[in-house]
Structure formats: C-alpha cells, structure tokens
C-alpha cells in the first residue's frame, strides 16, 4: 500500500499531538546512559510497563554498571529478576555484561549490528537500543508501533505482515529526534491497544498467549524460587515443593539447565556461580 505525503504528515503530527499531552513518564527516559536504556530494553521484552518500573530503579541501584553485573553471581541477579517472568533473560544479561566487560571494555557498541551478535539481542531490541542511547534513526518495531500503525493506515486489512510495516515505520520516522518520535509513537500505540480493541491481532505476526496457570512457565517460575531459597535441591525435593508430575518436572529441569539457568551436580540441582 502506498500512502500520500500528507496523510503521513497528519500522523506524525496527530502522534506528537498527543504525545505533548498525555506523554508517559517512565525512569528510563530519565536516564539515557547507554547501560540504563540496555538494562529497561531487555526487561521490556515481553513484560508490561508497570511491572518493568517497580524493578528497573533497585536493579540499576543493585547494579549501576556492566562491570557490576557482570561480575555479579547469577544468584543475586535471578534473585532480583524474580517477578519480571521469562529468567532467561537474566543469563542474556548477565553474559551480556561480560561481553561488554571483556570484548568493549565496558562500552555498550552503538551498532546494531554488532548488538544483535549479544545473547537474546534480536533486530528489534538492537534497534531500540540504538535509537533511545544514541538517538539514531534506526528502524524497529515492538507491540505498540505495530497497533499504531495497524490502526491507523490498515483497518480493515488484516494479516498485515511486518515488511510492510517497516516501511512505513522509516518513512514516517523524524530522522531528527528519532528517540522523541518513537516514544510518541510507543504511547500513542499504547493509548490505542487500551481505547480500541487491540490492532495487533490483524498482525500477522499475531500470537494468543497461552493461559500461565498450570503452564511450563508457571512451573520454571516455581523450580527457580525454590532453587534461589535453598542452596541445593533433589529432584523428589523439587517433585514435592512444586507439586508436579516427575515427568514434566524433569522436563523442565532439563530445559532450565540448557538455558544456564540451573546446574545439576549428580542428584542435586543449583543456580549456576
């Protein structure tokens, strides 16, 4: 689909329009190092706002810089994590840090391409990364952009893919203040998926998120605590405090233990050094 050089000239000013009035305030667009916007980046990543801004003040507090994560015990850093859901991305930070640490001397690279070479650091992430640490215009997209766009220039499309977004994303981007424009985009996307029913679901990219009670999820959640409260545990003592079938527990051990998440030393089973 192509779009009129005014109609893309209304949006953008319909979205800071509403931006200078109803902008959200949010602590990582108070601090702009590069290591605070990585930190609420990777947090952000399938995790809504509100639960993100109770932890993202104490970690930076806990932890102020990829030397301090990166030298932290895992332990400490899941044990912080704990609430945020999806722990894995707690290992992507902290080996993450260490790279940084070792490989860039503890600077964060402003390329997206070298950002997406860092555990869990997709295009997306390492676009948003650059656009708000180093106010560059580059191009991404996350959930809000897409009901934004979705709602405005494609209502009564639907399995609308992602490419064709993407070009509409670069050419209504203020290549001047790319970081302003995105978080207008992002609350106005926001306002949108809250005032109307979610565009988002003519994405093709579209995924209903299964029900978390009695979920793999829910279970990995349950072995972590346990592990993160006692210094080692059996698997019958994790079969009798997460009360669940051996077969799926052991299951689950075994995919936490692929993802660095847990170690196993004979019969016991620990949160990795």
Same mark, same amino acid.
């Given at each position: 689909?192509?779009?009129? &050089?005014?109609?893309?000239?209304? $949006?953008?000013?319909?979205?800071?329009?509403?931006?200078?009035?109803?902008? #959200?305030?949010?602590?990582?667009?108070? *601090?702009?190092?590069?290591?605070?916007?990585?930190?609420?980046?990777?947090?952000?990543?399938?995790?809504?706002?509100? +639960?993100?801004?109770?932890?993202?003040?104490?970690?930076?507090?806990?932890?102020?810089?990829?030397?301090?994560?990166?030298?932290?015990?895992? +332990?400490?850093?899941?044990?912080?994590?704990?609430?945020?859901?999806?722990?894995?991305?707690?290992?992507?930070?902290?080996?993450?840090?260490?790279?940084?640490?070792?490989?860039?001397?503890?600077?964060?690279?402003?390329?997206?391409?070298?950002?997406?070479?860092?555990?869990?650091? &997709?295009?997306?992430?390492? &676009?948003?990364? *650059?656009?708000?640490?180093?106010?560059?215009?580059?191009? $991404?997209?996350?959930?809000? *952009? +897409?009901?934004?766009?979705?709602?405005? $220039?494609?209502?009564?499309?639907?399995?609308?893919?992602?490419? !064709?977004?993407?070009?509409?994303?670069?050419?209504?981007?203020?290549?001047?203040?790319?970081?302003?424009?995105?978080?207008?985009?992002?609350?106005?996307?926001?306002?949108?998926?809250?005032?109307?029913?979610?565009?988002?679901?003519?994405?093709?990219?579209?995924?209903?998120?299964?029900?978390?009670?009695?979920?793999? +999820?829910?279970? #990995?959640?349950?072995?972590?605590?346990?592990?993160?409260?006692?210094?080692?545990?059996?698997?019958?003592?994790?079969?009798?405090?997460?009360?669940?079938?051996?077969?799926?527990?052991?299951?689950?051990?075994?995919?936490?233990?692929? !993802?660095?998440?847990?170690?196993?030393?004979?019969?016991?089973?620990?949160?990795?050094?």
């Amino acid at each position: 689909m192509t779009f009129s &050089g005014h109609r893309l000239v209304q $949006f953008q000013k319909k979205v800071y329009d509403y931006y200078s009035l109803h902008r #959200r305030k949010m602590p990582w667009r108070e *601090i702009l190092s590069p290591y605070s916007i990585f930190i609420s980046e990777v947090m952000l990543q399938q995790t809504q706002v509100e +639960r993100v801004i109770s932890k993202y003040k104490v970690f930076l507090h806990v932890f102020p810089s990829f030397k301090s994560l990166a030298a932290a015990p895992l +332990r400490d850093i899941l044990s912080l994590w704990s609430g945020l859901g999806y722990n894995r991305r707690a290992v992507w930070l902290h080996r993450s840090a260490k790279i940084i640490v070792n490989k860039y001397q503890g600077k964060l690279p402003a390329d997206q391409a070298t950002l997406q070479m860092l555990p869990g650091i &997709g295009p997306h992430t390492a &676009g948003s990364i *650059i656009a708000f640490a180093y106010n560059k215009p580059v191009v $991404f997209i996350e959930t809000n *952009i +897409r009901s934004a766009l979705l709602h405005d $220039f494609y209502k009564n499309k639907d399995n609308v893919h992602d490419k !064709e977004l993407m070009s509409l994303i670069e050419i209504t981007l203020d290549k001047d203040n790319p970081r302003t424009w995105y978080w207008a985009l992002m609350d106005y996307g926001s306002y949108i998926k809250k005032k109307f029913s979610n565009p988002s679901r003519r994405s093709k990219h579209h995924i209903q998120q299964k029900a978390f009670h009695g979920s793999n +999820r829910q279970l #990995r959640g349950r072995i972590l605590k346990n592990l993160l409260q006692k210094v080692k545990l059996t698997k019958d003592d994790l079969i009798v405090l997460c009360d669940v079938h051996p077969s799926k527990l052991q299951n689950n051990l075994k995919d936490l233990q692929r !993802e660095g998440l847990i170690s196993r030393d004979g019969d016991t089973y620990s949160i990795p050094q």
